[in-house]
């Protein structure tokens, strides 16, 4: 019976660790392995050697593998960088090269101003297909969600956020504008709005939505003709008087955009 229990846990280890990170599940594994090999006494011996295992694995080798699957991490510089370091951690922030070219391109563009690139989710380093949950299409190396911009009561953008994890603060969406969220919700799309659960915690609740950061920072992603979809919240959309036929409406399905935007190649 313990024997089961044991075997049902590791496999449950296995599958959590795989979700979360691709990789984490075989590095269990062999970190379960290296275990047998360790001969001491050391209390925390499984999280040292799964640790040690899974910091060289993201650090070192993955970089040097994930080319041969067309994809590379997100180049951090002065104004490309995440939201939040466990993005890095949990090894979400693989994109295919042209993505990177174009986050270079649009850092260029937006040289003089104070806006940065923070970007959010991107894409496990490994094969088309395999989706890094919650975000089901981020799956093939061309997605990356990207945070909105905010801005002081003064008008003043900061690059600063208001969630911890950079998802699930929402923009709402004003009385007179289009509440695509109720309509999901009321069509039965419970999951719509669940990103209120992930924020990790409220920060900065001082600063406000910024519309002529964000909009500066849609208007030059979009200059670029490989982008071949933005999703944002239709009352974003309208508010931001955005009409270039890429900006589009993701579905009742997925989750709200007006926590961050989502972009990808054609
Ligand atoms: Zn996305």
């Known amino acids: 019976m313990r024997l089961i229990v044991k075997i049902l846990i590791r496999i449950f280890v296995f599958f959590y660790l795989t979700?979360?990170?691709?990789?984490g599940g075989i590095v269990y594994i062999i970190s379960l392995f290296l275990n047998k090999k360790w001969k001491t006494k050391l209390n925390l011996k499984p999280i040292i050697t799964f640790c040690g295992v899974y910091l060289v694995s993201i650090l070192i080798i993955i970089p040097l593998i994930a080319p041969l699957f067309g994809r590379e991490k997100v180049r951090h510089s002065d104004s490309i960088k995440p939201t939040n370091y466990l993005t890095v951690l949990l090894n979400r922030n693989y994109i295919r090269p042209k993505l990177n070219e174009i986050l270079s391109q649009v850092e260029k563009e937006l040289e003089g101003t104070d806006i940065e690139i923070h970007y959010l989710d991107a894409n496990f380093p490994f094969l088309n297909n395999f989706?890094?949950?919650?975000?089901?299409?981020?799956?093939d190396g061309k997605k990356i969600d990207l945070s909105l911009i905010y801005e002081t009561r003064s008008g003043e953008i900061t690059n600063k956020q208001k969630s911890i994890s950079g998802y699930g603060v929402f923009e709402n969406p004003k009385e007179t504008?289009?509440?695509?969220i109720n309509k999901c919700l009321n069509l039965g799309y419970f999951q719509y709005d669940y990103s209120k659960y992930m924020t990790f915690g409220k920060i900065n609740k001082d600063l406000v939505f910024s519309e002529k950061?964000?909009?500066k920072l849609i208007t030059n992603i979009l200059k670029n003709k490989e982008i071949?979809?933005?999703?944002?919240e239709p009352h974003l959309k309208q508010r931001?008087?955005?009409n270039n036929s890429r900006v589009r409406y993701h579905g009742?399905?997925?989750?709200?955009?007006?926590?961050?935007?989502?972009?990808?190649?054609k």
Do not use: M, W, Y
Request: overall charge positive.
């Open 19 to 23: 979700i979360l990170t691709q990789i």
């Open 131 to 139: 989706p890094l949950l919650p975000h089901l299409s981020h799956n």
């Open 177 to 180: 504008e289009q509440n695509q």
């Open 213 to 215: 950061g964000t909009k």
């Open 228 to 232: 071949g979809k933005l999703f944002i």
């Open 240 to 242: 931001l008087n955005l």
């Open 252 to 265: 009742c399905r997925a989750v709200r955009h007006d926590d961050h935007i989502h972009i990808q190649l």
